[in-house]
């Protein structure tokens, strides 16, 4: 009787343990639950008074979800990049840089905060110190081809368009199915006057699917300037025109197909094109001297040809 209600005391202390580990796990959610709630809340709080141009509130509203995040290493990240990211509005870009570089050293360490102060640094045109972090990114984790494609964007920004086609080549060996990478790529092959590899990287890029509305009008608009370039007019007109159906007023894209036009005799819609490109960039001297240019030829030959 005395060994089976040891037995029993021990049964209960042990459903009483489990009892109590599982209230508690269960507190442990709530709370962070809630904690999430609030913080999401004041990040809302803090957006909103960013879109009313109240720059004071937000930075308040940030510094006090920092205070809520403290003990969330990932709320402590997203505060501090949400911070930078004002801060860089604001034309502060130390104490940008000071927000990332905090979120760097935060514990446990998230090599993705690398690539927010690379591109930081691009934008600051401080382009040695983005490389840094990009490499850096890369070595912490090799098989992720994000910082191999911004250290890419860095050297592009520098104007080293071949050894940025060279980071977009390792790059897509990690990622073979990016598009992005191959968009990447052809805009170096294309500054390099490399016009065959370029076209085959856009045509490769549209093959995985382009989802993105500006990535899709740059990439119609590379493809349109590698045809112009070809002479293959046609297919110039044909890819500047789906580009301007992605962004109407782009002044380079409409000079180019108004050259297009005009290398294929359709001298109406050419001087519409160059008319529209001077509309929208009115100081720009290539617009206005084409425009000048194809009027003559006009009052010249008597009229517009189709």
Same mark, same amino acid.
């Given at each position: 009787m005395r060994l089976e209600g040891m037995r029993s005391l021990a049964r209960f202390i042990v459903v009483g343990v489990l009892a109590l580990a599982a209230v508690v796990a269960t507190q442990v959610r709530t709370n962070a639950a809630a904690l999430s709630d609030v913080l999401a809340r004041k990040i809302i709080e803090a957006q909103k008074a960013e879109a009313d141009r109240l720059f004071e509130r937000a930075l308040a509203n940030y510094g006090e979800a920092m205070g809520i995040s403290k003990s969330t290493p990932d709320g402590v990240r997203l505060i501090l990049k949400k911070r930078a990211a004002l801060f860089e509005q604001l034309h502060m870009p130390e104490r940008a840089e000071a927000d990332l570089s905090q979120a760097i050293e935060t514990e446990p360490f998230d090599p993705r905060t690398l690539s927010d102060r690379g591109y930081f640094y691009i934008r600051q045109n401080r382009i040695s110190e983005a490389l840094d972090d990009f490499v850096r990114g890369a070595r912490e984790k090799p098989a992720d081809a994000e910082f191999l494609y911004g250290a890419a964007r860095a050297l592009v920004a520098k104007g080293d368009f071949k050894n940025a086609a060279k980071f977009y080549a390792e790059a897509i060996e990690r990622a073979p199915a990016d598009g992005k990478l191959y968009l990447g790529r052809a805009e170096a092959e294309v500054r390099l006057g490399q016009y065959d590899l370029a076209m085959a990287d856009y045509n490769q890029a549209f093959s995985l699917g382009i989802a993105n509305r500006d990535d899709r009008f740059f990439a119609f608009t590379g493809r349109g300037y590698i045809s112009l370039m070809n002479a293959d007019f046609g297919v110039a007109v044909d890819s500047f025109t789906r580009a301007l159906e *992605?962004? &109407? =007023? @782009? &002044? +380079?894209? $409409? *000079?180019? !197909? =108004?050259? @297009?036009?005009? %290398?294929? =005799? %359709? %001298? /109406? *819609?050419? $001087? !519409? /094109?160059f008319q529209d490109a001077l509309a929208a960039s009115p100081d #720009?001297?290539? @617009? !206005? #001297? +084409? *425009?000048a240019r194809l009027r003559t030829q006009i009052a010249e030959t008597g009229g517009a040809k189709r």
């Amino acid at each position: 009787m005395r060994l089976e209600g040891m037995r029993s005391l021990a049964r209960f202390i042990v459903v009483g343990v489990l009892a109590l580990a599982a209230v508690v796990a269960t507190q442990v959610r709530t709370n962070a639950a809630a904690l999430s709630d609030v913080l999401a809340r004041k990040i809302i709080e803090a957006q909103k008074a960013e879109a009313d141009r109240l720059f004071e509130r937000a930075l308040a509203n940030y510094g006090e979800a920092m205070g809520i995040s403290k003990s969330t290493p990932d709320g402590v990240r997203l505060i501090l990049k949400k911070r930078a990211a004002l801060f860089e509005q604001l034309h502060m870009p130390e104490r940008a840089e000071a927000d990332l570089s905090q979120a760097i050293e935060t514990e446990p360490f998230d090599p993705r905060t690398l690539s927010d102060r690379g591109y930081f640094y691009i934008r600051q045109n401080r382009i040695s110190e983005a490389l840094d972090d990009f490499v850096r990114g890369a070595r912490e984790k090799p098989a992720d081809a994000e910082f191999l494609y911004g250290a890419a964007r860095a050297l592009v920004a520098k104007g080293d368009f071949k050894n940025a086609a060279k980071f977009y080549a390792e790059a897509i060996e990690r990622a073979p199915a990016d598009g992005k990478l191959y968009l990447g790529r052809a805009e170096a092959e294309v500054r390099l006057g490399q016009y065959d590899l370029a076209m085959a990287d856009y045509n490769q890029a549209f093959s995985l699917g382009i989802a993105n509305r500006d990535d899709r009008f740059f990439a119609f608009t590379g493809r349109g300037y590698i045809s112009l370039m070809n002479a293959d007019f046609g297919v110039a007109v044909d890819s500047f025109t789906r580009a301007l159906e *992605l962004s &109407p =007023g @782009a &002044p +380079n894209v $409409l *000079l180019w !197909r =108004g050259y @297009a036009y005009e %290398r294929q =005799g %359709r %001298r /109406d *819609l050419a $001087l !519409r /094109d160059f008319q529209d490109a001077l509309a929208a960039s009115p100081d #720009s001297e290539e @617009a !206005r #001297s +084409n *425009l000048a240019r194809l009027r003559t030829q006009i009052a010249e030959t008597g009229g517009a040809k189709r």
